[in-house]
């Protein structure tokens, strides 16, 4: 397809929800479902979130509870000049952060120690079938997407995922950040199905593991 395979892990508590209604996040997995995250970015080329993500979480995005390799560090976003004092930017000694953005935005970073992706917009955001193709064209094969609900949404809607991993920590939130936004289903025939989908133990939690069904 010229484009990589894309995992979507996802984390969430029994009632679907992310972070708490302040954010909080930290953590809902437990100890072997964030190793289990770890594995997945040694298996890969590159790991993405999204603007939101970048500056409230602060993630490093690296291999740290397995032995493996670090992948390219891919943030998604249409001002990603103003997230420079995150970890991801502020600590790149190894060059592998890549700032996938506008063309606006890529103008003010070129300067930086950076990969700059320039991304075309649609209807105000950015497309991510141009993003995919261009991670293609710099030799991704494989992308692992750990952004939050908004990013998650985005590919699930767009119907760019091909793998998903769901983790489900046996805790109720309530009021809190949704996993998944609107998919803009407005029947039961119009929803995602999943195909050589099983169940699992991770520790604590269940890991959910399936492959979304694209009419």
């Known amino acids: 397809t010229g484009r990589p395979f894309v995992v979507l892990k996802t984390a969430q508590s ?16 437990g100890h072997e479902g964030r190793k289990f995250a770890h594995r ?23 291999v740290r509870l397995v032995k493996g390799d670090n992948p390219y560090r891919i943030v998604i976003g249409r001002h990603i ?10 600590h790149n000694d190894d060059a592998r952060t890549i700032a996938a953005t506008s063309v606006r935005s890529a103008a003010k970073l070129r300067k930086k120690n950076l ?18 193709i261009k991670a293609g064209q710099f030799g991704i094969t494989s992308m692992l ?12 809607r767009n119907k760019l995922v091909d793998k ?12 809190g950040i949704e996993g998944i936004g609107d998919l803009h289903v407005k029947k039961l025939s119009e ?25």
């Open 14 to 29: 029994l009632d679907g929800r992310i972070a708490t209604s302040i954010g909080d996040s930290k953590w809902i997995t």
């Open 40 to 62: 997945l970015r040694a298996e890969v080329d590159a790991v993405v979130i999204g603007a939101g993500t970048a500056r409230m979480d602060n993630p490093q995005l690296t």
């Open 164 to 175: 998903h991993h769901l983790m489900i920590a046996p805790l109720v939130i309530g009021r």
């Open 191 to 215: 929803v995602i199905t999943y195909k050589s989908c099983h169940f699992e133990r991770c520790g604590g939690d269940i890991l959910f593991t399936g492959y979304p069904e694209w009419i």
């Open 145 to 156: 997407v750990e952004g939050g609900g908004r990013l998650a949404t985005s590919f699930l």
């Open 115 to 132: 990969i700059v992706w320039e991304i075309r917009e649609k209807r105000n955001e950015l497309d991510l079938e141009d993003f995919l």
């Open 81 to 90: 000049e103003r997230l420079l004092s995150r970890s991801l930017f502020s």
